[in-house]
């Protein structure tokens, strides 16, 4: 013997038949109200259907949601690492400025190491260029030859007036 | 252990640079000397011992007696001096370096009389050496030398 309740569960989802039917409308104070009511439990119904169908992808939005809320927990997490340790600080800053003055001079040095020749060099001394006042010194006669076995360039002038031996003065 | 490193790395950089930078300073050493077969009154100069085999081969005089000199150490060798005595100069006009020499004019003066006139490439390891006049029974050597 069903009770008054699994009898209104059994009619909302059209189950009774036959004589059990027709007693149960019978029994129906308002049979429209109760029509009507049915109506709406029908619509609920069919909502939480829909409803059901669309949670059954629950898993991956979920997973889409936790990512994505990764995602913006750990970028913001990154920069608040990044202020809390702040590489560029001002010492690092100012390491980082002698650190580049250093390679910046090196750099430079090594240019003009390159620019400078050593200091043993294997020319001799050359003369360019000579002349001696012909009003001056009418006789003069100028040469140049260089001692290689001794490394020394010589400029030969003959023909100089010669000069008494306190021009040897100091 | 790598915040010391790097600033250590930058500081040996700085000083090598630094004591690097400061080398190529050199000094040009200019004498007017009488070379003579007098008896002799004053050592030879140390900055002629290295070529003095050289100028009594040259010469033929035994002693040199230096009568003025002058040390000028170039910086920039674009520097100008003068060595002189009582009686002679040689005026020194550095005009830069090229190819391991420096080149100068040189002008050799008999007070305000200009006996001589030359331009050299003076060489860093190479001396240059001037026949001057005939003074008394010896003769003016003018002698540059790069120390």
Known sequence: ?170 | MRPRLLPSIAIFFVVISIADAALPEQTVWSGLIIASNSPPTEPTPAEITQIEATLRKLFGYSQFQLIGEARKTLKTGEEDWLASSKYFSLQVDSRGEKADAYVLNLKLFQEQKLLLETRAKLSKASPLVIRGPQVGDGQLVIVLVVQ
Not at chain 1, 8 to 29: H, M
Not at chain 1, 42 to 48: C, E, H, P, R, V
Request: proline share 4%.
């Open chain 1, 1 to 170: 013997m069903k009770t008054l309740e699994e009898k209104w569960t059994a009619w909302i989802d059209d189950q009774l038949t036959g004589r059990e039917l027709e007693e149960f409308l019978a029994s129906l104070p308002d049979r429209a109200a109760a029509e009507s009511e049915k109506q709406s439990a029908k619509q609920l119904g069919s909502f939480l259907r829909e409803q059901a169908l669309v949670l059954n992808n629950a898993d991956f939005f979920s997973h889409q949601l936790r990512e994505r809320l990764d995602r913006e927990s750990g970028s913001g997490r990154s920069e608040r690492d990044t202020a809390q340790t702040g590489w560029w600080t001002i010492r690092r800053l100012l390491w980082g400025g002698i650190t580049s003055l250093a390679v910046f001079a090196f750099c430079t040095v090594v240019v003009l190491r390159e620019k400078t020749p050593p200091s043993q060099s294997q020319y001799l001394t050359e003369i360019l260029t000579y002349r001696v006042d012909p009003t001056v010194s009418p006789n003069a006669t100028i040469s140049m030859f260089q001692k290689k076995e001794d490394h020394v360039t010589v400029l030969w002038v003959d023909g100089l007036q010669s000069l008494p031996a306190e021009y040897a003065t100091k």
